[in-house]
């Protein structure tokens, strides 16, 4: 199993629909969560970190953190084409002292 | 303007040799990465290093070398023992922890250095 595993892609939305990418890990004391947006050929960027179980929001994204079930999740709303990239889940924990792994990443096109 | 740098960007080994790839920040950052992408792959951990003079292998470390003598740069060398280095390289750093709230920051990505086996 790995360490952090993301949904298989490629995910396809019409634009103005709303995307859902998840993202589970293994390391139940994990602490810190992050979402990061690659676009072909590029290096990722973050879109969004999340730390306490709930929902945070920050215009047409939200993040979801269920630590119980060990489970993220990243909500894009209105996408729009250039939603269109791969999305990255990044996890740190107490123990990897200051090293993310990432997820695989799901590859997003939103079609107009 | 701060960030990372990475040069080159595209860069051709033919078989056997050694290169050097650069990783150059001024964002002040204590902790640096290096990571390696394959197409279609998410990123798996060559070395990284919390502090100057100071660093670690990650999950895919052999055939690698690297340096931290100072803490704007941590170059990556590609030694003739990596079988398969064709891939595409990132540099991250990372700001210490607790600036954003949680107990880790996240990292901040150079632009990549592309590297071609001829």
């Known amino acids: 199993q790995k360490e952090v595993e993301q949904n298989s892609g490629p995910l396809s939305v019409p634009e103005g629909a709303i995307a859902s990418l998840n993202c589970t890990y293994s390391d139940r004391g994990s602490q810190s969560f992050f979402w990061y947006r690659q676009y072909s050929g590029k290096s990722p960027e973050l879109i969004m970190f999340i730390y306490s179980n709930g929902d945070k929001e920050d215009g047409r994204f939200t993040a979801q953190l269920n630590k119980a079930s060990q489970y993220v999740s990243l909500l894009i709303r209105d996408s729009q084409p250039s939603d269109s990239a791969t999305y990255l889940c990044?996890?740190?924990?107490?123990?990897?002292?200051?090293?993310?792994?990432f997820g695989d990443g799901t590859t997003l096109t939103v079609k107009p | 303007d701060g960030g990372i740098t990475q040069s080159p960007k595209y860069l051709f080994r033919k078989e056997g040799q050694n290169v050097t790839l650069s990783c150059e920040q001024n964002?002040?950052?204590?902790?640096m990465y290096w990571y390696r992408q394959d197409p279609g792959q998410g990123l798996r951990l060559i070395y990284y290093?919390?502090?100057?003079?100071?660093?670690q292998k990650g999950d895919i470390a052999e055939g690698y070398s690297v340096s931290r003598e100072k803490k704007e740069s941590f170059p990556l060398t590609v030694t003739s023992a990596q079988k398969n280095p064709t891939a595409f390289y990132l540099c991250?750093?990372?700001?210490?922890?607790?600036?954003?709230?949680?107990?880790?920051?996240?990292?901040?990505f150079g632009p990549g250095t592309r590297l071609t086996v001829l």
């Open positions: 990044a996890v740190n924990g107490v123990t990897n002292a200051g090293k993310s792994t």
């Open positions: 991250a750093s990372r700001s210490p922890a607790g600036l954003a709230g949680g107990t880790y920051n996240e990292q901040f």
């Open positions: 964002l002040n950052h204590d902790a």
């Open positions: 290093s919390q502090i100057v003079n100071d660093f």
